[in-house]
T-cell receptor, first 113, second 115 residues
Framework: DADVTQTPRNRITKTGKRIMLECSQT?????MYWYRQDPGLGLRLIYY???????NKGEISDGYSVSRQAQAKFSLSLESAIPNQTALYFC????????????FGPGTRLTVL | QKEVEQDPGPLSVPEGAIVSLNCTYS??????FMWYRQYSRKGPELLMY????GNKEDGRFTAQVDKSSKYISLFIRDSQPSDSATYLC???????????????FGKGTKLSVKP
């Protein structure tokens, strides 16, 4: 089984709808991240969480919210989806122990019509 | 100036060629440097990880860091069609709490290795 899973893998929705993307991990890592990836813009950090009670905004948090339900679960919500939120979304995890790196989920392709 | 600059390509090479991928950065506090490989419709996966300056070799891959020039490179020897992917550089300054530990990514270089 994959260490970092994301659901759904693909989603098409309409402008104004509320959408939730979910991420689960079995790596036991304390840090979790949400990114979006757009052609020509690379990976951009939306939100990150160092533990269940520590949630921080990334560089592009407007229009998004998150919830860290448990150490292993981190969900991303779009309260009222708009077409420019069409992108590939990745969850990632990382251990706060020194020198470790980041592991990515398989991604969710979101299309907002 | 962006913190991390990476030529997006695309880069197309024949099978067997030596490939050189590069990133430049502006923050002299960066100490940890990574290369990720991302296949189409997949999440990035860690390829190489180095700390501070120097070289690191793993099979056909060599990562090189020159902190004095703020320049990192990834070399692929004897490139194969299976190496066709987008390569992203990433770096961070400190793992000790706060946003300094967050990875800063380049935009990625798309590589195509033709048979």
């Amino acid at each position: 089984d994959a260490d970092v899973t994301q659901t759904p893998r693909n989603r098409i929705t309409k402008t104004g709808k509320r959408i939730m993307l979910e991420c689960s991990q079995t790596k036991g890592h304390d840090r979790m991240y949400w990114y979006r990836q757009d052609p020509g813009l690379g990976l951009r950090l939306i939100y990150y969480s160092f533990d269940v009670k520590d949630i921080n905004k990334g560089e592009i948090s407007d229009g998004y919210s998150v919830s860290r339900q448990a150490q292993a679960k981190f969900s991303l919500s779009l309260e009222s989806a708009i077409p420019n939120q069409t992108a590939l979304y990745f969850c990632a995890t990382r251990n706060s122990g020194g020198g470790d790196t980041q592991y990515f989920g398989p991604g969710t392709r979101l299309t907002v019509l | 100036q962006k913190e991390v600059e990476q030529d997006p390509g695309p880069l197309s090479v024949p099978e067997g060629a030596i490939v050189s991928l590069n990133c430049t950065y502006s923050n002299s506090a960066f100490q940890y440097f990574m290369w990720y490989r991302q296949y189409s419709r997949k999440g990035p996966e860690l390829l190489m990880y180095t700390y501070s300056s120097g070289n690191k070799e793993d099979g056909r891959f060599t990562a090189q860091v020159d902190k004095s020039s703020k320049y990192i490179s990834l070399f692929i020897r004897d490139s194969q069609p299976s190496d066709s992917a987008t390569y992203l550089c990433a770096m961070y300054s400190s793992n000790y709490g706060g946003s300094q530990g967050n990875l800063i990514f380049g935009k990625g270089t798309k590589l195509s290795v033709k048979p």
